[in-house]
């Protein structure tokens, strides 16, 4: 009888830890998966905007969500994607990119939190609204408000530009989620096998 229960015992513990490494494994495999490959701009690609839809740019950019690991896709013809630093993309300066890209398909990959700034390499397009801001957010950040609009750009001097009116003050859902996972999996663990050595040290 006591092996009986022993050894249904171990079954459970060995299943438990087998279930939390399960968990973490998923867990893992969706992160590698999260990342994403965005087409600025849609269906209407890179390219310099009517008069009418002069925040064509910034309008797609508060319509998605973009993490560290993202890219974006830029498609275009006769014309170029330069990025800048924060006072290069208020000003339309295009003497000094960071990078720049004329292939025509050109991929960049978000590889850290925080804003990345992109303008035309012709100058007169950039004016015009051809020009991105993008926020990309941290695993655990939310996400900002909305930028001002290119017609009223900020009036600081170059260290107080500020391309986002303030951060929210809740965490993601996806954070949070992640977080009770991890609780979850430390509480567990310590749980299992403290149960199997009381029910040990009562049968023995």
Request: glycine content about 8%; proline content about 6%.
């Amino acid at each position: 009888m006591k092996m009986a229960f022993f050894w249904g015992l171990c079954n459970w513990v060995v299943a438990v830890f087998a279930a939390l490494v399960l968990v973490g494994g998923a867990s893992m495999k969706a992160k590698v998966e999260a990342a994403r490959v965005f087409r600025v701009g849609d269906g209407e690609g890179w390219h310099e905007p009517t008069e009418l839809n002069s925040s064509l740019y910034s309008d797609w950019a508060t319509r998605n969500r973009f993490r560290v690991g993202d890219s974006l896709n830029f498609e275009y013809k006769n014309d170029s994607v330069l990025v800048v630093d924060k006072w290069s993309y208020y000003h339309c300066n295009t003497s000094n990119p960071i990078t720049a890209f004329n292939n025509g398909n050109s991929t960049f990959t978000l590889d850290k939190p925080g804003f990345f700034y992109f303008i035309s390499g012709v100058t007169n397009h950039c004016k015009n609204g051809q020009r991105l801001i993008v926020d990309v957010m941290s695993p655990h950040r939310s996400p900002r408000y909305t930028p001002p609009s290119i017609a009223n750009p900020p009036q600081a001097g170059m260290g107080g530009l500020s391309p986002y009116a303030s951060p929210l003050s809740s965490a993601s859902s996806g954070a949070a989620k992640g977080t009770s996972s991890v609780a979850v999996a430390v509480l567990m663990s310590p749980l299992a096998v403290a149960s199997f050595a009381a029910m040990m040290h009562f049968y023995y």
